[in-house]
């Protein structure tokens, strides 16, 4: 069964500095590999996405890395800034992406950064 | 496109009502997923639809809860005779193709009182 850790669980850091969120899993055959982040009573808000055959993933200030082979990920936020507030959640999908397989969700990290 | 569209956003029941809560996925989207969030913890899978079929329903209870995904409408996640322990944020997903990941709704937060 896949499980999905993340560290730290909550992480409280001035603004402007570079931060790493780390995301392991315990089955490395996986599809692909999504970050999310999640605003108080909000939804979900994709990030990024990557492919089980892809290295990392950019978009803006953000920079995903995937090694399937040790079943871990890092998401990297640069030049952090307050609204980058929110919980950062990692997920997996299992298998060959062409079965019934949902989404294994790790807790979060609740990230917090000061003005 | 408007998203994942979910309804309604919170909903109060009392002890032994039925909730129902519904799920509109993206445009040219069939496939639809539900998540169930409890305070503290991660999001858990519950069910997997597409249209008029369910494909995975293993992460659902045994008992009082059933979903669907007819032809026209919504997907409606149906709870019976709910209990306070079903109170929880209930999220939706739907994906086109795998190679595009999940889009979620904003949830619909379920207070049993």
């Known amino acids: 069964k896949q499980e999905v850790t993340q560290i730290p669980a909550a992480l409280s850091v001035p603004e402007g500095e570079n931060l790493v969120l780390n995301c392991s899993f315990t089955?490395?055959?996986?599809?692909?590999l999504q970050w999310f982040r999640q605003d108080p009573g909000k939804g979900l808000t994709s990030l990024l996405l990557i492919q089980s055959s892809q290295r990392e993933q950019t978009s803006g200030r953000l920079n995903a890395s995937l090694d399937k082979s040790s079943g871990r990920s890092t998401l990297y936020i640069a030049a952090s800034q307050p609204g980058d507030s929110a919980t950062y959640l990692c997920?997996?999908?299992?298998?060959?992406?062409?079965?019934?397989?949902?989404?294994?969700f790790g807790k979060g990290t609740h990230l917090i950064i000061q003005p | 496109n408007a998203g994942v569209m979910q309804n309604p956003r919170h909903l109060v029941r009392r002890r032994g009502q039925e909730a129902r809560l519904r799920c509109s996925p993206m445009k040219g989207h069939s496939h639809v997923y539900w998540y169930r969030q409890l305070p503290e913890e991660g999001l858990k899978f519950m069910v997997y639809l597409q249209k008029e079929n369910i494909i995975d329903e293993s992460g659902m209870p045994k008992e009082r809860f059933s979903a669907e995904f007819p032809k026209e409408g919504p997907s409606i996640l149906r709870i019976q005779q709910v209990v306070r322990g079903d109170s929880a944020a209930y999220f939706c997903a739907s994906e086109g193709a795998r190679s595009y990941g999940y889009t979620f709704g904003s949830g619909t937060r379920l207070t049993v009182v």
């Open positions: 997920a997996v999908i299992n298998g060959d992406g062409g079965g019934a397989d949902g989404l294994t």
């Open positions: 089955d490395s055959a996986i599809y692909n």
